[in-house]
């Protein structure tokens, strides 16, 4: 029997064989929400259990089971959203545009020597409220450092960086009230600071720049109602071709880091941003230990600030993908960036179309037994097409107490099999604010931890067919 290697990434991997998956152009079917609005003006969010949250420094994995949700509003300092995130590359040219075709995101705004910029080269991606910025540096022996339009930059920290992790995330920028305040609260409450707060040249933009986990720094971003960006960009006109380059990707969901070890880094996040626990999930959880991993989410009040964190798992068949990561980044840092799309149907049809021309390439789809039991599984939220449409482009589905999650992994981004991108929609959970708008409560249908054992079983089963149909031929033989 030949096989191929399967990997849900970075959750397992297993050999299985497989049909070539066969892609057509699809209409456009748009998710219809079988979820009614609720009102939640009497019900804030977070009041669905009384539970207090466990204190800081009380740290122990209770597993998916046991966890009871609990929001306890413990901010520190007022967040708002995610602002973008930063990758540190060798060269930002290439790197964006890689970027800008693979997602459909077109190149919006620039800091580089043609805008007087001469410490880096950087170059800003947008769709929606998505926003990637790549940056490289120039010779520093021929830069004016006061020119960076990023203030934090460092050509030292810069050339560490990439030499030890290759093509990495560098900064996960939120938008805070006050970078000012936020980073003070923070600092006096154990966070390690790398850069202090700055006042930008329109004197209302500031940055400051905390550790988060590895060489990734957590980035706060506070600016006016009318700041697009930060000040010292420049926008660009990248021709109506690039205006038109959108498949459908809106924001950024959640930022997943991995770490050698999930306590110390849960406690130091906690503690200095009150970022509370929303979810978390253990080896045994997935009913296998082949997943070698555990996980936990800190979120926001909002809880549309999403951190999960991974630690490697050990003693397992197969040595843990979180381990793997560790080692060929050259210690923790961001794993995958998960992006929403507003039509996740036609997200993966214009990225699949690339993925051989210069895009992005996806993990191997799951066999035909995982969409047989789709119908029973979310057969209430998806109709057949829907369904079928899943099994066609080779999207997950998952579930918890709240809604549903469609999602799907691209292979790692770079060279080394370290980062790579989800991209994710989903469906129910919608809520009315306090003036009657109605939003999708984050974090609505968790983070595919029902994919681990769906994928072991649906393989398990699609293997056994084939040993079926294999000694059905020798049989008759
Ligand atoms: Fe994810």
């Known amino acids: 029997m030949t096989s191929i290697h399967f990997s849900l990434s970075p959750f397992f991997s297993l050999n299985l064989n497989a049909p070539p998956r066969h892609h057509h152009h699809h209409r456009r079917l748009t998710l219809t929400l079988k979820v009614q609005a609720t009102s939640s003006t ?5 009041q669905e259990s009384t539970n207090a949250a466990p204190a800081h420094g009380e740290f122990k ?8 949700r609990a929001n306890p509003n413990s901010d520190r300092f007022p967040v708002h959203r995610f602002h973008h995130v930063e990758f540190w590359c060798g060269d930002a040219t290439n790197t964006a545009r890689r970027f800008s075709w693979g997602l459909g995101m077109p190149l919006v705004a620039k800091s580089d020597l043609s805008t007087g ?33 990023i203030p934090t930059f460092s050509f030292s920290a810069h050339r560490a960086f990439t030499s030890s992790h290759g093509l990495a995330v560098r900064a996960v920028a939120i938008q805070v009230e006050s970078a000012f305040s936020a980073h003070s609260a923070s600092v006096s409450r154990g966070a390690k600071p790398v850069s202090p707060p700055v006042l930008l040249s329109d004197g209302k933009t500031a940055i400051a720049e905390v550790h988060l986990y590895g060489d990734a720094v957590l980035r706060y971003v506070s600016c006016g109602d009318d700041g697009w960006f930060l000040p010292e960009f420049e926008a660009v006109d990248s021709g109506i071709y690039c205006q038109e380059l959108d498949y459908g990707i809106r ?45 936990v989410v800190l979120a926001n009040n909002n809880e549309d600030v999403l951190f999960p964190l991974n630690e490697p798992v050990f003693g397992t068949k197969r040595k843990s993908q ?5 080692e060929h980044n050259e210690g923790a840092g961001v794993q995958h960036l998960a992006l929403v799309s507003e039509d996740i149907f036609r997200t993966l049809r214009e990225m699949r179309k690339r993925s051989l021309v210069g895009g992005f390439e996806f ?16 057969g209430d939220v998806l109709s057949d097409e829907q369904i079928e449409e899943c099994e066609k482009l080779g999207i997950l589905v998952d579930r918890d107490d709240q809604g549903t999650l469609l999602q799907i992994f691209t292979k790692p981004v770079g060279d080394r099999p370290t980062m ?25 249908g968790g983070f595919g931890k029902g994919n681990f054992s769906e994928l072991f079983k649906s393989i398990e089963g699609y293997e056994k067919m084939l040993e079926a149909k294999v000694v059905g031929k020798t049989a008759t033989a």
Not at 420 to 444: A, H, L, P, V, W
């Open 117 to 149: 910029n001469s410490a880096h080269a950087s170059y800003l991606l947008r769709s929606g409220e998505l926003s990637f910025l790549f940056t490289a540096p120039y010779p520093p022996s021929l830069s004016d450092p006061s020119s960076a339009a």
């Open 322 to 326: 979180i381990q793997t990561y560790l």
């Open 251 to 295: 924001r950024l969901d959640h930022a997943v880091g991995n770490v050698p070890k999930l306590e110390p880094v849960v406690d130091y996040l906690k503690k200095f941003t009150g970022f509370h626990e929303f979810a978390e999930f253990t080896a045994e959880d997935v009913g296998t230990a082949e997943s070698g991993l555990n996980s």
């Open 363 to 378: 993990m191997p789809s799951p066999p035909p037994t995982y969409y047989r039991k789709l119908k029973s599984r979310a």
């Open 61 to 68: 994995l209770v597993g998916y089971k046991n966890f009871v």
């Open 420 to 444: 790579f991108i989800e991209i994710i929609q989903r469906i129910g959970c919608m809520m009315k604010d306090k003036e009657g708008k109605i939003y999708q409560k984050g974090g609505c």
């Open 42 to 46: 009497t019900q804030t969010m977070g």
